[in-house]
């Protein structure tokens, strides 16, 4: 037999059959390592400051006070809400970038209940309906695309996308005639307290961080064990497989997006009455993109997204801290949280794939 | 009449910025990438140029308006790859998911346009470019003063004119040319694309690259010529990206539809200002604000429509969004 | 080709192809070379035992069909494509218990929308009708499968199982276990909300155990496992199922050689038992050696019904590419 002399490529990349959780940790901690690496240079060129004090500037921003921390927690359950609402979409394979929209018309429900019925109902009614109807409308604004990929495959992320700014675009119109007047619209039902939540060991929302854990653990429960969640995972899988056994597809997307919106819009409800009070075209800050990064980080699991949502409201409470300390701006946030993302999403490769170098060999 | 021509003056310039981030983006997902990143992209590239005209601007002996115009165009053209590179990288090679990097690109494109330009604002709301500004909005010298035509025609910067050039350029280029067979090949099915000998990775990071490039054009023109070479923190160009993004589903991905696309939602968009007192009636402010869904509602109807009759040549890229790995051929 | 002085590579496991064609052969086992040999000097039990690692007798059972009673019959199915193709016209046969039907035809024939239009995943032109037998012969009527779909199928008491030729893509939820896989068609039953797992993950041990399936464990995705481990807990579940009727489509397609022979002895068991199988294959000399009648299709239509001792492959050949019909 001829020596025969294989040509292996330089490198090569192999799907890895599975990672064992130490090296999943050992990957996303280097990720998060080389993140803050890149984010301490990125400090150091732009303000020649010495980024481990501005790291610890940054701890302060959320650790720094009992109000501190507790404003933490209260922003970190607004994205967390909504990554709860993209999990069941996600698990699916339903892309729902629409989250920011449904959270804000079921804020806008809320809104316009609180401002047009809060003399005439009292708090227990009117808190009812305002929760029934921001999540009726969260589920419906959520059951339109989602019918329209059941009986038409129509794209959903492009469809959800576009939902969100005729949403954004109902809300500015409501705050502009419930405005009236004045130049801008500030917390609602100032005088009467009509359908603020009341406050519980001495802040509104902490009614917010407690039906959020509630919610953490029931959609953890109803993914995992529920006959709805399996039907759920078989579908995100493949329709094709879903449909020999013989599960009814359109239903599934239907129901579960049904179920997101719903859960997005409860968001926009305890928005509204624990944290603002108020309604503005901003109401959901962007949460509804964020929380799609936090969705996808944290596969789905709630209580990863809990973590992970945790290290976002860090890096953004950190990096307010740093503009009001040093007189930066706090887009340094985004910039931050930027490269953390693209580091940690760079990670996910080498969790997934083995990389290979060139070894010379000679085969008979 | 001078409200309708007022409306078109400010109509075609508002496409021109979304129809180079449509063009842009079209070119990045005839080859599969869906890039949700367009809006940072359109924050790097117009910062880029921004800044590069006003540090120019400011610091030359005797600044030329050919050189500054030079100058951005690279600059923003250089800064708007860059941020199609790092979405390649993380996309292609690391096979990252496509929407998720495209999000983090947009909150970090923002982040670094908004951040540096407060260096630059220094203090101020805002601050200008005029050399630049306009260099760019340049009118063509003879015919732009040819009455109402003139003006609703002529009276572009040069920018506008190039976008319909590029736009010509890029339907022959993907409808004409091999190379742009290939990279719709690349795009509906880079398996038979790969097995045909067609190098997957490098058109789709060419793709991605030049389309980002041309996207952040879209940017800087909104700063250099829309905004009157006015810089300021701003929300704006992410609104902007994402119409563009949505422009790119309008136009069933042709290049051509793109130039009367764009300029349609250019109408739509300032609707709210001109057709009341066009008609001749008031309309409360409020309405205005419902009016602003018009072209995005116009666009899911594109998209029901035209996932209701299936028609093979109005559908997206088959492979859009979809990382390839050779191996699971 | 070779006249021209090209070279040409062909991949197989046929050996009697290898045999028959080629001037070399190498042989691969588990992605090593094992070794090559000049075909004249070589036979099948040589190449085989290269193949598998050592010696094996290759044979097929075909025990005699015992009472066999008829479970299904077909009559005047048409299927016609999205694009208005015509893929089935007009297919009328029966199926009895005890038997294997093969079902032979150059691929795309309709093959696949046969199987799936009798599991309820393809809808049929009207006129056409499936009639299922619970108790031939007996008081009960037959039931109508035509327009039900698979949940429908299963809760009428119909007890079909169907192994599809897309394994991971249809039959088979890549990312969960084997736990998971057995629930995929028994994980509505039971009242209330929540999945029963503890069942399932008997079912998957015992499988795991009798097959013998080479994975980690019962809760890897079984999309990490070989093609012919995939094919095992496949056909496990739905043999788990007590089918009367057992539908499998290319069954042995890409299978080493080891597992295929285990998946023919795994048919010739239910066909013991009283079960009526359906075998769609390519393989002509596994159709002859294996069924008992051979249904041939060609441009989707039955081109003849032949008996699996009888034929000659010639026959089957020809009745495969439309030669001649039986009226």
């Known amino acids: 037999m001829s020596d025969i002399q294989i040509k292996e490529p330089l490198i090569r990349v192999v799907k890895r059959d599975q990672a064992s959780m130490r090296q999943k940790i050992a990957a996303r901690g280097a990720a998060i390592l080389l993140a803050l690496v890149l984010d301490a240079l990125f400090i150091f060129f732009v303000t020649g ?83 029934l109807t921001s999540v009726a409308a969260g589920a419906v604004w959520g059951l339109v695309p989602a019918f329209f990929k059941a009986r038409w495959k129509t794209n959903e992320t492009l469809f959800t996308l576009m939902m969100n700014y005729v949403a954004t675009s109902f809300v500015a119109c409501a705050v502009n005639i419930m405005r009236g007047q004045a130049s801008s ?46 039907e759920i995972s078989v579908v995100g899988e493949s329709e094709n497989t879903a449909r020999y056994a013989g599960i009814n597809v359109a239903k599934v997307i239907m129901r579960t997006m049904a179920i997101s919106g719903a859960v997005s819009g409860l968001c926009g409800f305890l928005i509204v009455c624990g944290r603002d009070q108020t309604i503005s075209t901003t109401t959901a800050g962007g949460n509804g993109f964020t929380a ?73 | 009449m001078s409200n309708l021509i007022a409306w078109i003056i400010r109509a075609i310039p508002f496409g021109t910025i979304i129809m180079y981030g449509a063009m842009g983006e079209i070119l990045t997902e005839k080859s599969g990438n869906l890039n949700l990143g367009v809006p940072g992209i359109m924050y790097l590239g117009g ?35 860059l941020g199609g590179l790092i979405y390649s990288f993380l996309t292609i090679t690391l096979r990252a998911n496509q929407n998720v990097t495209g999000l983090a690109l947009t909150t970090f494109g923002m982040g670094i346009a908004n951040f540096f330009g407060v260096f630059i604002l220094n203090g101020k709301s805002y601050t200008a470019a005029p050399l630049a500004n306009s260099a760019y909005a340049h009118k063509l010298p003879f015919l732009s003063g040819l009455g109402a035509v003139g003006q609703t025609v002529f009276g572009y910067g040069f920018l506008v004119y190039a976008a319909i050039v590029l736009a010509v350029a890029l339907h022959l280029f993907l409808n004409r040319t091999r190379v742009g067979l290939n990279l719709r090949a690349v795009g509906e099915n880079p398996a ?31 700063v250099l010529d829309y905004n009157s070479g006015i810089w300021a923190t701003t929300g704006q160009i992410e609104a902007l990206g994402w119409l563009a993004v949505a422009l790119v589903i309008f136009t069933t991905w042709r290049p051509l539809n793109a130039v009367w696309g764009a300029y349609l939602f250019g109408v739509l968009y300032w609707l709210y200002q001109f057709l009341p007192s066009l008609l001749g009636f008031t309309v409360a402010s409020y309405v205005t604000d419902l009016v602003q869904m018009v072209p995005y509602v116009v666009t899911i109807v594109v998209l029901i429509v035209g996932s209701l009759h299936r028609k093979k040549e109005n559908q997206p890229p088959a492979h859009l969004g979809l990382a390839y790995f050779r191996e699971e051929r | 080709m070779k006249a021209d002085g090209k070279s040409v590579v062909i991949i197989t496991h046929k050996l009697h192809e290898v045999l028959a064609i080629s001037d070399r052969v190498s042989i691969l086992r588990k992605g090593e070379y094992v070794g090559s040999v000049k075909t004249a000097e070589a036979d099948e039990s040589l190449l085989t035992e290269m193949m598998v690692g050592k010696k094996v007798a290759l044979n097929i059972e075909r025990p005699e069909p015992v009472n066999p009673v008829k479970r299904l019959e077909v009559r005047n199915i048409s299927v016609v494509s999205e694009e208005g193709v015509s893929i089935l016209s007009d297919i009328s046969f029966d199926v009895y218990g005890g038997e294997i039907l093969g079902i032979a035809g150059v691929s795309g024939n309709g093959q696949k929308e046969l199987l799936e239009a009798i599991a309820g995943l393809q809808p049929v032109a009207a006129g056409g009708s499936i009639k299922y037998y619970n108790e031939p012969g007996g008081s009960e009527p037959p039931m109508e499968v035509v327009g039900k779909n698979p949940r429908i199928i299963r809760n009428a008491g119909i007890h079909m ?84 009727v057992l539908m499998t489509a290319y069954a042995v397609r890409g299978l080493d050689i080891n597992t295929s022979y285990t998946i023919y002895d795994l048919l010739n068991r239910q066909k013991k038992k009283g079960v009526a199988v359906i075998y769609v294959g390519e393989d002509l000399d596994v159709l002859l050696e294996l069924c008992d009648r051979i249904l041939v299709l060609c441009g989707g239509r039955v081109s003849g019904i032949l008996d699996g001792r009888k034929a000659a ?3 089957v050949g020809l009745f495969m590419s439309g030669g001649r019909r039986i009226e």
């Open chain 1, 292 to 364: 799609i990064i936090v969705a996808w980080l944290a596969k789905f699991n709630t209580f990863y997204m809990a973590l992970i949502s945790f290290l976002l409201v860090f890096l953004q409470k950190g990096a307010a801290e740093i503009a009001s300390a040093y007189s930066l701006n706090d887009y340094a946030a985004s910039i931050i949280t930027g490269i953390i993302l693209f580091c940690i999403l760079g990670s996910e490769f080498f969790i997934n794939y083995r990389v290979i170098f060139r070894r010379e060999r000679r085969a008979k």
């Open chain 2, 192 to 222: 038979t694309a790969d097995a045909a000998g067609i190098s997957v990775t490098r058109y789709k990071y060419l793709a991605t690259c030049v389309g980002a490039g041309i996207s952040g054009i879209g940017g800087m023109y909104y």
């Open chain 1, 49 to 131: 400051l010495n980024p481990f004090s501005v790291y610890g500037v940054m701890f302060q921003g959320t650790f720094g006070t009992k109000v501190r921390f507790s404003w933490a927690v209260r922003d970190l359950v607004s994205l967390l809400c909504v990554g709860i609402a993209l999990a069941p979409a996600f698990k699916m394979k339903f892309w729902n970038v629409g989250a920011e929209g449904q959270v804000l018309m079921g804020g806008l429900m809320t809104a316009l209940i609180m401002v047009y019925w809060g003399d005439r109902l009292p708090a227990p009614a009117l808190f009812a309906v305002m929760l």
């Open chain 1, 185 to 230: 619209l500030g917390k609602l039902n100032m005088g009467s307290h009509a359908g603020w939540f009341p406050t519980v060991f001495g802040q509104r929302y902490n009614i917010n961080i407690i039906v959020v854990l509630i919610l953490t653990f029931a959609m953890y429960f109803y993914l995992k064990y529920t006959k709805h969640g399996y």
């Open chain 2, 47 to 81: 910062f880029a140029g921004f800044a590069s005209a006003f540090y120019y601007e400011n610091n030359a002996s005797a600044p030329n308006g050919a050189v500054c115009v030079l100058l951005s165009l690279v600059c923003c053209v250089a800064a708007s790859m």
């Open chain 3, 161 to 244: 199982s169907f192994v599809p030729e897309d394994r991971l893509g249809m039959g088979l939820v890549g990312s969960m276990g084997m736990t998971g896989n057995m629930m995929l068609k028994s994980y509505d039953r039971g009242r209330g909300f929540l999945t029963d797992r503890k069942k399932p993950q008997d079912l998957a041990e015992s499988i795991m155990k009798e097959l013998g399936v080479v994975t980690p464990g019962v809760n890897t995705p079984v999309s990490r496992l070989s093609g012919g481990n995939v094919q095992k807990v496949l056909v496990g579940r739905e043999i788990s199922e007590s089918p009367i």
């Open chain 3, 313 to 315: 492959k010639e026959e």
